[in-house]
T-cell receptor, first 111, second 111 residues
Framework: QQPVQSPQAVILREGEDAVINCSSS?????VHWYRQKHGEAPVFLMI?????EQKGHEKISASFNEKKQQSSLYLTASQLSYSGTYFC????????????FGPGTRLSVLP | DSGVTQTPKHLITATGQRVTLRCSPR?????VYWYQQSLDQGLQFLIQ???????AKGNILERFSAQQFPDLHSELNLSSLELGDSALYFC??????????FGPGTRLTVL
């Protein structure tokens, strides 16, 4: 079942922060985050595994709330290069279940 | 460059025809995933192979089939093509159930 992402789209000024949420009605084993720029392939950002954790890389970090089956991606002090569509992908807790991407959140960072 | 290669880059064909898309994973990656992305749409998971065996299946049509060969490259076969099959088809590879590295995609146009 496809996870839900919110918001659908967000427009920021350079230097502002953003949060993108991803939630599922299923028990999850992992949540993946990807960014796709127009006309390009998706690029991996990070993966969060069951057990609830938070990961970060410089100004992009994410958390996974296992109880709520929800993950959030945090982008701080956004840069122009952050523009793109962000997809979360979820893998259900049952072995062999589908890996499903959310519908995406379109992020535009303006100068 | 993700290390995943896909051929051909572009494919134009007619309705009713059959095509084969090819994917070579990153060296050492045993998993291959296939995705379909229609114009301005999200990523639709089709199928996953792990070391030659089917691991998970998404919303893959019966007209579509895939396989992974002993050298780990994979092929996605699309038959009885319809206009609605026009899309970008991505292949991704991973070592296990973690980071997926996407290839550049094959753009299929069905006329």
């Amino acid at each position: 079942q496809q996870p839900v992402q919110s918001p659908q789209a967000v427009i920021l000024r350079e230097g502002e922060d953003a949060v993108i949420n991803c939630s599922s009605s299923k028990a999850l084993y992992s949540v993946h985050w990807y960014r796709q720029k127009h006309g390009e392939a998706p690029v991996f950002l990070m993966i969060l595994l069951k057990g609830g954790e938070q990961k970060g890389h410089e100004k992009i970090s994410a958390s996974f709330n296992e109880k709520k089956q929800q993950s959030s991606l945090y982008l701080t002090a956004s840069q122009l290069s952050y523009s793109g569509t962000y997809f979360c992908g979820t893998e259900e807790a049952n072995y062999g279940q589908n890996f499903v991407f959310g519908p995406g959140t379109r992020l535009s960072v303006l100068p | 460059d993700s290390g995943v290669t896909q051929t051909p880059k572009h494919l134009i064909t007619a309705t009713g025809q059959r095509v084969t898309l090819r994917c070579s994973p990153r060296s050492g990656d045993l998993s291959v995933y296939w995705y379909q992305q229609s114009l301005d749409q999200g990523l639709q998971f089709l199928i996953q192979y792990y070391n030659g065996e089917e691991r998970a299946k998404g919303n893959i049509l019966e007209r579509f089939s895939a396989q992974q060969f002993p050298d780990l490259h994979s092929e996605l076969n699309l038959s009885s093509l319809e206009l609605g099959d026009s899309a970008l088809y991505f292949c991704a590879s991973s070592a296990r159930s973690d980071t997926q590295y996407f290839g550049p995609g094959t753009r299929l146009t069905v006329l």
